[in-house]
């Protein structure tokens, strides 16, 4: 089995040419260790450093120094439409109120289809389609800031999901 170690970044990963895809679901993106099969059907093993997201784009090294770029798999999204920029600025802050990875278009959001959601979005009045299309949330707030210190925050305000 290939296995994959390392993520390129910086000028570095988009200089260099893929000669593998990887084409995977946002929850797979999010781990650091799994077990996937190139396009081509060779299996490979990911070993990442934790807390990385693997973004579509992205590109991998193989233990043998082959580069892989990551593709974002298509998947069950629900899509949400809003003329409305309050409305859909609302149903942003509830969807986010629930921790849900959310992508933000031009008048439009997505999430990972979930049919307990989509009754919530209805009832706050948004029109909302479900799709197969790549998911490709937003990264969070604290994410790539590399001068984030959490020792510089008090955590006592932690609540329970």
């Known amino acids: 089995m290939l296995r994959i170690t390392q993520r390129l970044t910086g000028a570095s990963a988009a200089a260099t040419p893929a000669v593998l895809r990887l ?5 797979l993106r999010c781990r650091s260790r799994f077990r996937a099969h190139l396009v081509t059907g060779e299996e490979v093993g990911v070993l990442l450093t934790r807390g990385q997201i693997l973004r579509n784009g992205d590109r991998l ?12 798999a298509t998947e069950s999204v629900s899509t949400v439409r809003a003329a409305d920029a309050r409305l ?21 959001l997505r999430y990972c289809h979930d049919h307990v959601l989509d009754d919530m979005v209805r ?4 029109e909302l389609c479900l799709e197969q299309a790549p998911f490709e949330p937003e990264a969070g707030a604290y994410h790539g800031y590399a001068d984030h210190d959490h020792a510089d925050h008090d955590h006592a305000d932690h609540h329970e999901h």
């Open 23 to 27: 084409v995977l679901p946002y929850d």
């Open 61 to 72: 090294l193989t233990d043998d120094g082959r580069v892989v770029e990551v593709a974002a």
């Open 88 to 108: 859909l600025a609302r149903t942003a802050y509830h969807l986010g109120n629930r921790h849900v990875p959310l992508q933000v278009g031009d008048g439009w």
């Open 123 to 126: 009832g706050l009045g948004a």
